[in-house]
C-alpha cells in the first residue's frame, strides 16, 4: 500500500500527536520548565515510530513556549526520489484537512473564554472582522 493510499492513517497520526503532546505538555508545565533536550528526545521516539509504522515521508514538529520556539526539527523526506530531508525552515506542507482541526480547536478556545457564541449569527463576527482589519489598513 503507498503513502497516498493512508490519508486516514496520516490524519490519525498527526491528530494523535497534537492531542498527546497538548495533554502532556500542558500538564507539565506547571510542574517543571520545558527543557529543549527533553522535547526532542520525546518528540524522536514518538515521530521516529510513526514515520516507520506509517510510512510517512516526512514531518515537522515545531514546540512554542512563551511564545519562543523551543524546539523545531524536521523527520523523514521533503522528496522521496531525490532522497531531500526535511528542514523545518524551508520544507512547506500542505495542510489540507488537518487545518479543521486546528481552525476547530482554536473556535474551541474562543468559546470557552467567552468570545465566541456558537449561536450567534455568523455575519455579526465577519462584520466585526471587516471593521478590524480596515483599521489596519
Not at 523545531?72 to 531525490?82: I, M, Q, V
Not at 468570545?115 to 471587516?130: C, G
Request: glycine letters at 6%; charged letters at 15%.
Amino acid at each position: 500500500m503507498n503513502i497516498r493510499s493512508k490519508p486516514k492513517y496520516i490524519f490519525l497520526m498527526t491528530v494523535s500527536i497534537l492531542l498527546f503532546c497538548t495533554i502532556f505538555f500542558s500538564t507539565q508545565m506547571g510542574a517543571i520548565e520545558l527543557d529543549a533536550a527533553e522535547v526532542e528526545v520525546f518528540l524522536d521516539g514518538i515521530i521516529s515510530a510513526q514515520i516507520n509504522q506509517n510510512r510517512i515521508p516526512g514531518a515537522v514538529i515545531s514546540v512554542v513556549h512563551n511564545g519562543d520556539i523551543l524546539f523545531s526539527k524536521g523527520y523523514g523526506y521533503a522528496n522521496l526520489e531525490e532522497g531531500t530531508p526535511v528542514n523545518p525552515e524551508t520544507t512547506l506542507f500542505r495542510p489540507g484537512s488537518v487545518s479543521k482541526l486546528i481552525t476547530w480547536t482554536a473556535v474551541m478556545q474562543l468559546v470557552e473564554q467567552g468570545k465566541l457564541d456558537l449561536d450567534e449569527d455568523i455575519n455579526r463576527y465577519l462584520i466585526l472582522l471587516y471593521l478590524a482589519i480596515s483599521q489596519l489598513l
